[in-house]
Structures are given as structure tokens and as C-alpha cells.
């Protein structure tokens, strides 16, 4: 496995597209029968929990990439995504006190770091649905605010669920095989932030050229007006 995906890395960096196209089946592959359909069917689907599953984010990351410029609007869907999760997250168990302390339980953290999610998951545990709600509506807000100014604030959201949630994907006590949803959903959200920081830039610029060439044309049709006065 390691030295499938340290060659796909490599030839991603190497050949580009052609290797994204491979990695693209790959993340496929391992969604699917690695990671059964991203637990899809088997635990709720929030995003706490890393759904829709890494490898499937990665295969949207690679084609993404693949048609970057032949079709920018694929970058923009990170906000669609994070609007789905809020309403996903109205599940009925998401409301329970099982859930949320099991989202909040740290297992997969050193248990030198476990103390530090503890206020979390304590108040998770006494207000379950009141944090639920707090959950949808972060959710809800960050997929309006992703494309404006509030992008930190959807990053911050992000690292806040991949810390104590996600655990940092059990990367620092081996659990894990992958980093877990939260930082490629972040990936997907700076997408659509540049995406849409060019768009305004590119506006802008076009602004910019019109109102010259307004002005450029104001002022040839003004000298043109002088000299036939004055002649």
C-alpha cells in the first residue's frame, strides 16, 4: 500500500495528468474495498466522522486537478459539500449523548493529548443536541462564507474537527492510515477560494480595461471635437 501511493506521488509530480488519472482509480479502488464505500453505510454520516471517506476526496482532489483549467467549476464545490454535511447532520442519533461523547472520546489521540479535548467532550456529552446544532449551523455557515473574507473561519472549523473529532487522524499513535476528511476538505475549500479570488481579480482587471478604454475613447472624441471648433 505505502509503496503504491509513494509511486503515485512520485508520478504525480513526474508525468502530472496521466498520473492523476491513475491515482484517480486508485482512490476509487480503496474507497470501495479499503475503506467499504467510506463506512457510508455502516456509521452516521457526518463529517466529524470523516465521511463521505478520505479516499473518496482524494479522487475528487485528482479530478480536480486533471481538468483544472479545461473545467474551473469543479473547484467550487467544497461549499456544496459542507452544505450537504448540515443537513446530513440532522440525523436523529447525531442528537444523542452516545454519539456525540463517542465523537468527542479522543481514542485515537496520545493519551498525553486527551486531556485537552476533555471541555469538549464533556459539553458535548451534557448538551448533545444543542452541540449537534452547533455543528449543522457551522457547517451550514461555512459553506456561505467560503468563497469571502470568512474562509479562515472555515479553516479554523476544519482544524477544530480535525483535532477533536477526527483525533489528527490517529497519525500520532498509528491508528490511522490517511489523515482523515477534515484537512482534504480543507484542500477543496482553498480551491474554491482561489477559484473564486481569480474570478475577482479577473472582474476586476476587466473593469479596469473598460472604463480606459471608455476614457481612451472619450478623450480621442473630445480632441476630435477641439480641432473642428478651432478650425
Given at each position: ?43 452516521p454520516p457526518s463529517v466529524l466522522l470523516g465521511f463521505p471517506g478520505a479516499a473518496l476526496l482524494y479522487f475528487w482532489l485528482s479530478f480536480i ?112 492510515t490517511d489523515p482523515n476528511s477534515a484537512p482534504l476538505i480543507a484542500l477543496l475549500s482553498y480551491a474554491s477560494y482561489k477559484s473564486e479570488r ?15 478604454s471608455t476614457l481612451f475613447a472619450f478623450l480621442k472624441h473630445f480632441k476630435s471635437f477641439r480641432v473642428s471648433i478651432f478650425t
Amino acid at each position: 500500500m505505502f509503496c503504491v501511493q509513494a509511486l503515485l506521488g512520485f508520478l504525480v509530480i513526474v508525468y502530472h495528468k496521466s498520473a492523476l488519472t491513475l491515482s484517480c482509480a486508485w482512490s476509487f479502488l480503496v474507497w470501495v474495498f479499503g475503506e467499504g464505500f467510506g463506512g457510508i453505510f455502516v456509521t452516521p454520516p457526518s463529517v466529524l466522522l470523516g465521511f463521505p471517506g478520505a479516499a473518496l476526496l482524494y479522487f475528487w482532489l485528482s479530478f480536480i486537478l486533471i481538468f483544472w483549467e479545461r473545467c474551473p467549476q469543479l473547484r467550487c464545490f467544497a461549499g456544496i459539500f459542507l452544505l450537504a454535511f448540515s443537513f446530513l447532520q440532522f440525523d436523529t442519533v447525531m442528537f444523542t449523548q452516545n454519539f456525540q461523547s463517542a465523537v468527542f472520546s479522543g481514542d485515537a489521540l496520545p493519551k498525553e493529548l486527551v486531556p485537552s479535548i476533555e471541555f469538549v467532550k464533556v459539553f458535548a456529552s451534557s448538551y448533545p443536541v444543542l452541540m449537534n446544532l452547533l455543528e449543522i449551523l457551522l457547517n451550514f455557515i461555512s459553506s456561505l462564507i467560503i468563497k469571502k473574507r470568512g474562509f479562515v473561519v472555515v479553516i479554523s472549523y476544519l482544524v477544530f474537527v480535525w483535532y477533536f473529532a477526527q483525533n489528527l487522524g490517529g497519525i500520532l499513535t498509528g491508528i490511522g492510515t490517511d489523515p482523515n476528511s477534515a484537512p482534504l476538505i480543507a484542500l477543496l475549500s482553498y480551491a474554491s477560494y482561489k477559484s473564486e479570488r481569480v474570478f475577482e481579480l479577473r472582474t476586476s482587471w476587466l473593469k479596469v480595461s473598460t472604463h480606459a478604454s471608455t476614457l481612451f475613447a472619450f478623450l480621442k472624441h473630445f480632441k476630435s471635437f477641439r480641432v473642428s471648433i478651432f478650425t
